[in-house]
Each structure stands twice: as C-alpha cells, then as structure tokens.
C-alpha cells in the first residue's frame, strides 16, 4: 500500500463512505489523509461544489480551520442563508427543523469561530432573528403571490440583492426550499439567471410544477393579471429552453376556465402570439375526447366547461360531438330515477341545447352512438321520442334503431342493464339477439389461430364478454410475455405488424382500449421535448396536490389529498352496471345455446366475473355446464383455465364434451325457431291399464272408463316356463341349515351390489380422464417442439422450451381432482376402498410411458 503514487490513493478515498478505516491501514496512508488539501478534495469530488460544504460541516473530527479555508478556496459554495442556517442549528434554535443529526455541533467551537469570521467577512452583518433569514423572505415571496402586484411588500431589488450579492441557493436536498425555490423563480422569472450564476439548475421535473404556480388563481382577482402571466412564460421560456409550458397544465387550464378565466384568457394570448410548442385547438380536442372513455362525461358540472371549450374552439372529430350530445340528453334528463318516462318538455329543451351549441340538427347516427355508448341516459326512452318528434321516425324506423343498438350492446360488456330495459320495451328482440349470436359469434376449435403462430394465439381475443375493468394486458406487454416463453416463440414477434393486419379487428372495450393506448404512445416523446398528456385534473387540484402531498416518495402509496369524485370520475364503466354476460344468463337460462357462447368467450377473454357468476349460482341445477370444448380451447390458446371451472368439476358437475351435448340441434340452428304450438313435441298415446278387480267389493269408487272394444283389449302376458318350475332344495325342514343360507345368501347380495357401485364410473373420475388425456397431448406437443428447435439449433446448445401456463395451472389441478376423488371415494366406501384411476385404461390414448433413467433402470436390475 505504501507503494502506491498519492493520486490513486486519493481516487480510493473518493469512492469510500467513510474513509476512516482505509487511513488506519499504515502510516502512510493515515499521514496522508491528514493533508487539509486532501480533505477538502474527498468533500469536493464526491459530493459536488454546492453541498461540499455542507457534508464537511458534518464531519466535526475532520474540520479545522485550515480545512475550511481550503475549501472555500478550492471553490465550495456558500451563501449567506447557508451560514444563517449553521448558526442556528449550531446554537440549538428550532429554525432548521430538517436537519436531525448533529451537524455543525459537531465540531470544535474554535473551528466554528473560524468559519462565523470567515462568514462576516463574506457578507458584513448577518441577520440572525426570526424570520430574518433569507429562506424565510423567499418563503414570504410565495405567500404573498396570489395578492395584486401593489399590494406585495417584498419588492424586485430585494430578491435580487440576496440572489446577486448574498449567493442564495438551497445547499441540501432535505432543505425545504429545494421545492420551494422553483415556485420562487416561477413568481419572479428574471431571477433565474441570478440562480444559474450561482450554480443552480432546475430540473425540468420541476416544470408542470412552476407552471402551475404562474397560472394559479389569485385570492383577488386583478385586472393585470394575463398581462403578467404572458409576461412570465415569456421571460422564463427565454431564459431556460427546456422550460416551456405543456399540454399537461394547459388541458388543467382548460378545465378552470370558468374559475379561473384570468388564466384561461392569458393561454389564449400565448397561443395567438405563439410561443406555445403547440396548438391550443389540438389540447382542447383531446380534452374533450376524454370524455367519452370516463364515467365523469355524466356529471352535471362538465358541461358548462365542456360547452364554452367547443364554442371557442370548435371540432369537426365524431368523438367530440358524441360527448357533447350525451352532455346535452344527460343535463336534462333530471327525473326521478324510480320513474322510467322523460321530464316533461325533455325533447325540445335537447333541441334547444343542440342549437345552442352549434351542433346542427342530430342524425340518426347520432343517436345510435349515444345509445351505444358505455353512460348513455339510463331512462332512453326520451332519446327514442326526440327521434320519433325532432326526426320523424316511424314506428318501424325506430324498431330498426333499437335493433341495431342491442345488437352493438353485445359487445359492450357493461350494457346489460341497457339491454334488460330494451328486451323488455321491445319483445322482439329475445329472438333477434340469439340469432345475431348463433350466425356471427358462434366458435369452434377451427376458428381459433394455428398452435405454430403462437404470437397469434396469445393476442387472440373475441369480441363478446370482455373484461371492462381489468381489461388484458397490452400488445407491448403480451409480446413480452411470448419472448420469455420460449426462443421459438420470440422469433414468431418480428411478424408483429403482419399478424396484426391479419388478426381480427379488437372490437367494443378492446377497440376504445387500443385507441387510447396508441394516442398515448403517439404524444410521449423523450425528456426534453415531450410535450405531456392530457387529462381530466384542475389546476387547483394538481397545485393542491404539489403543496400538501407527502416529500418523500416511499409515502405516496395512498393520497389522502385526492377527493372522492377525482378517483371515480376517470373510472371507464358507469357506476351502477350489470355486465352483458350476466344479464343473458338471467334471461335466456343457464341451459341454452345464447348463454353457451357467452360462456366460451368469457373462459377464452378470461374474464373471471362472467365465468364465475356462470359456475357459481346456488345449486348445481342453476349452473352453466361446463364442458371439455372449453379445456380444449384453453389449451389450444396456452392459457391457464380460470378457477371456477375447477371448482364446478370438483363439486360434482356433469361432464360433456360439448355444448351440443345438452342443447337441442333446433337451438343451435343460425334461424328464427318456429312457435311454441310447433316446438311442441308429439305425446305417444299410451293405453290405461283396465280397473283392478274387485274395485266395487272394497266399495271403492273407481274412476268411470268407457267400455273396452275387443280391438283395444290389452294382449295377455306371456307365460314364463320357469315360473311352475321349482328349483330342487336340499335342506332339512326345521333345521339350522335354513337360516344359515338366507344369511349367506343376503351377504353374498350385499357384496355384489356394493361391488358394482365401486365399478362405476362417477363424473369427477369421468373429469379426470379426459382432463389427463388432454394434458398428455400437450405435454407432447412440448416434446415435440422441443425437438424440432434441438435439431434446429447448432451442436452444444442446451434447448429449454418452457410450458405454457395450461400445462401448467392443469398439472396442479388434475393433482387437486385426483385427491378430491380419493377423499369421496374414501367417504363413500371407507377408508380401505383400492384406489381406481380411471384415468389410466386399457387404451393406449391414456397411457403415459416414461422412460427410466439409466441409473434407475441399474438400480432395479441388481
């Protein structure tokens, strides 16, 4: 060690927490820590000009006097409210409250004493009362903001002259005024380069946050303030490129403009004079469309904000106009919820709201949308009167109408309360509905994607019964999941755009899903010049938020300062809704064709509330069969079955292997089913057997039959040859013997009939069998592919192909079943009953051959 040059023995004590270790190793090492120079190098290299200062104060034992003056001469900054600080922490007052450890008392008080004198001579007399310390006077700067500009007491020479001449800057990052500096240059733009010189830098995390400050609403309105604001942003967009305002604040802008018009008026200005990176139009526009995907388009207080938006800056986008339409039949649409009927006058005050917007006259696809929207108007009636007296709809164009919104209802998955009200407004639409399925949305296993395409399978979806409040992970997130599946798999993502060209178009949620997703990814940009994303929030929500949420990050898991209506206003399901697959469970019954095929598409869109509440009514009569076309698909898309499918197998479900197996073919026919009279079946006529004899005599009144003809007299029965035959006894009258055989004759029945109930095959056995037979297909599917991509794959290279999560989630499922069936069995016929694996029979299709090991196969041999 001693032989080491003095640089690299200064790089080692740079990279070390506490280098009071390293200097005890010789003497050499420990006479050359003891340098000033050497000292004040470590503070300098590892923590930076700013805080250098401020961590050496901390370190008592190494400080000296000529320590500090090595370090303010090798460049360490300091400042006047640095000083400030250091005595007051020193002298034990309770103006550094963010300070816990003993800091400066740390050191000697003559070292002290040398850097107070060092101090003075800096910056002459320093002010030492409460609330004289320059943190405190930029604190006032912030408080006194929100007053007119004549009304504040701190004026612009002040703040300069402690920026300019005094050195402020915050020295740690547990200062307080590390947060509240940036509000400071946000009231004060011209003091950044003041700041700059000084060696501070804003982050530009801090952007939204200082724009938000400028743009705030004043406690007393004033007629200078968009003259103010402008002035602001534009002063501190010159002064520092990176701080510019974005489409965050200004859609929160957008949002108080009626609250706060001072700084709606002052954003308008900025994007006439352009020094906004883009076009107010565009943010307001995307504003609007947010509306359409959250609950909150149905709160009565939008629609003011919403109306003066469009009259501003008006849009030609469909989206648009919809949250417009369904703000004008929900502001009016006011009446008692008990009541299903319009308010009075409700078609022509949404007349008058339309052409008070500027929306022109509606169309019938606009009703349409709004009908098939998520929060469409819960009493539609009145919305089917303004078609039938604003547009003039017949009757029949208003069937049609109704038609054609049940029909897109299918696909959303939380308008079954929508769908329970039209079903039953217009009966005709029981018989329309089940035919729309059975035509279009009937599956099998030959409409699913090919097992090779696995990237195909794995992005597959259908369009029924998809889950609207988790909804699947992403594309990005999905693709993921198939790389780390298996190498063969990843190499499958580079035909990524093909297989979505190619793919079924995502409808209902997944549509509105996607398109969300891709606007998002198309405005995020990289640090600098991402221009933000635009949301629902208020400014004075977001500044609230800023001052009043927890410093530290690690205490930011709940948010106490987030109001009720902010969490459920951007939630993307109404409030009070009944999900579609559970409302055709109601009204077609848990045994037909409409309910099966809702069914499948939940198990293949893994939504667990429809398949649950399919599986899980009480009693098993009042349960959607389950059956082996829903494993079958499962495990030809690689997807772990949902729980509920194994609970209702292990409470002793009936098996089939399809849907076909208890529904009658006339239901499963693409085609309007004939009437009721027809569908009856033919009774077979069956004869009565002739009154008993000897009614009469008991005087029992027997019913009165109409006197039998010849032709209608019953056949005589048979007479059996061994019924006068008697079988030969040998056994002695009166004896033992006799008893003794009827005893062995009822055992040996008992045992029989107790055999042939062990031989029969229950259904959860029933379950095991085919559920392991279809496991032992895929696991040799695995084997398979584990081969080709061996022989693929160069000479050395260890291969593992990694189980899907069918074969995995059945693994531990059929283990589950099988040790279901052994503890029924057990309580059954006790607990010596052999055990019976039905699963496991004379078929080669259920057999499993495992080769030994040739260690195993030795073992056994000796």
Request: glycine letters at 6%.
């Amino acid at each position: 060690m001693d032989r080491l040059c003095n640089e690299i023995i200064q790089l080692v004590l740079n990279e070390l927490d506490d280098p009071t270790n390293f200097s005890l190793t010789s003497k050499y090492v420990y006479a050359f820590t003891q340098d000033p120079y050497v000292r004040s190098s470590y503070f300098l290299s590892r923590y930076g000009r700013i805080q250098a200062l401020y961590w050496a104060l901390g370190r008592g034992r190494l400080m000296n006097a000529r320590v500090i003056d090595t370090l303010l001469s090798s460049g360490a900054h300091t400042s006047r409210y640095f000083v400030q600080c250091a005595m007051h922490h020193y002298y034990r007052t309770a103006q550094v409250p963010f300070i816990k450890t003993p800091w400066v008392r740390s050191m000697d008080l003559a070292v002290f004493t040398h850097f107070q004198t060092i101090a003075v001579r800096l910056y002459g007399n320093i002010p030492l009362g409460k609330g004289d310390d320059d943190g405190s006077i930029l604190e006032g700067v912030i408080k006194e903001s929100r007053f007119p500009v004549e009304q504040r007491h701190l004026k612009w020479d002040t703040l300069k002259e402690i920026l300019e001449k005094y050195k402020f800057i915050p020295f740690c990052n547990k200062d307080a005024m590390m947060a509240n500096f940036p509000l400071v240059l946000a009231i004060a733009p011209g003091l950044l380069s003041y700041a700059s010189a000084n060696g501070f830098t804003m982050d530009h995390k801090y952007r939204d946050f200082v724009f938000r400050k400028m743009f705030e609403k004043p406690s007393i309105a004033f007629e200078g303030r968009p003259d103010e604001i402008v002035r602001n942003v534009r002063e501190l967009s010159k002064l520092d490129s990176r701080m510019f305002l974005s489409r965050t604040v200004a859609a929160e802008i957008c949002m108080e403009a009626k609250q706060n018009e001072p700084a709606y008026n002052a954003l308008k200005r900025l994007d006439k004079e352009g020094l906004l990176k883009f076009e107010i139009s565009t943010v307001i526009e995307d504003l609007i469309k947010t509306f359409s995907r959250t609950r909150s388009v149905t709160f009565p207080n939008t629609f003011c904000v919403l109306q003066q938006l469009y009259s501003d800056f008006p849009s030609d986008d469909p989206v648009v106009r919809l949250v417009l339409l369904l703000q004008v039949f929900h502001s009016e649409n006011t009446g008692s919820p008990l009541l299903d009927s319009p308010p009075p006058n409700y078609v022509e005050k949404c007349a008058a709201k339309i052409e008070e917007i500027g929306l022109g006259p509606a169309t019938r696809a606009d009703l349409v949308e709004v009908l098939c929207s998520k929060f469409a108007p819960e009493r539609f009636k009145g919305i089917l009167e303004y078609g039938s007296k604003q547009m003039h709809m017949s009757s029949r164009d208003v069937e049609e109408l109704v038609l054609e919104v049940a029909l897109r209802c299918l696909e959303i998955g939380c308008k079954g309360r929508m769908l329970d009200r039209l079903v039953t407004a217009h009966p005709f639409l029981h018989d329309a509905i089940r035919v729309q399925v059975m035509k279009r949305y009937r599956l099998d296993l030959t409409d699913l994607p090919p097992v090779e395409d696995a990237a195909a399978c794995v992005m597959f979806e259908v369009p029924l019964c998809q889950d609207f409040v988790m909804p699947r992970v992403t594309l990005t997130e999905r693709l993921a999941e198939l790389t780390q599946r298996s190498p063969g798999a990843a190499a499958a993502t580079v035909q990524t755009p093909e297989l979505v060209a190619n793919s079924e178009q995502p409808t209902g949620d997944a549509r509105e899903g996607a398109n969300t997703s891709a606007g998002a990814s198309a405005r995020d940009g990289g640090d600098d010049d991402d221009l933000g994303h635009v949301g629902q929030d208020t400014l004075s929500m977001m500044i609230r938020k800023d001052e009043l949420g927890p410093s530290r990050g690690r205490r930011r898991f709940y948010d106490p300062f987030a109001t009720y209506q902010d969490t459920t206003g951007k939630l993307t399901y109404p409030p009070d809704h009944t999900p579609v697959g559970r409302w055709v469970r109601q009204h077609y019954g848990h045994r037909s064709a409409v309910t099966a095929i809702f069914m499948i598409h939940a198990v293949i869109n893994v939504n667990p509330m429809i398949v649950q509440a399919c599986t899980s009514p009480s009693g098993i009569d009042g349960r959607v069969p389950v059956t082996l076309k829903h494993f079958k698909i499962l495990a030809h898309l690689g997807r772990a079955a949902p729980h509920a499918l194994v609970d209702d197998i292990e409470s002793g479900c009936k098996f089939y292997f399809s849907e076909e197996d208890y529904l009658n073919p006339l239901e499963l026919s693409p085609f309007p089913l004939p009437s009721k009279r027809l569908r009856k079946k033919k009774r077979v006529k069956t004869e009565k057997a002739p009154s008993p004899v000897g009614v009469a005599s008991f005087g029992v009144a027997g019913p009165s039959t109409p006197p039998q003809t010849p032709s209608a007299a019953p056949k005589k029965r048979p007479r059996r040859s061994t019924a006068s035959s008697e079988a030969k006894k040998y056994l002695v009258p009166d004896s033992d013997d006799e008893l003794i055989v009827d005893e062995c004759d009822k055992l040996v029945y008992e045992a029989n009939c107790f055999a042939r109930k062990r031989r029969a095959e229950s259904e959860l056995q029933l379950w095991v069998k085919h559920l392991a037979a279809l496991l032992l297909t895929e696991q040799r599917k695995l084997k398979e592919q584990k081969k080709q991509i061996r022989a693929a794959a160069e000479p050395g290279t260890k291969v593992r192909v990694a189980r899907n999560e069918f074969v995995k989630h059945m693994t531990v499922q059929l283990a589950r079943l099988r040790k279901a069936d052994k503890e029924q069995r057990a309580r059954l016929y006790g607990p010596d009953a052999p055990d019976e694996d039905f699963s496991s029979g004379e078929d080669d299709e259920y057999h499993d051959r495992v080769v030994r090991g040739a260690k195993r196969r030795k073992t056994a041999a000796e």
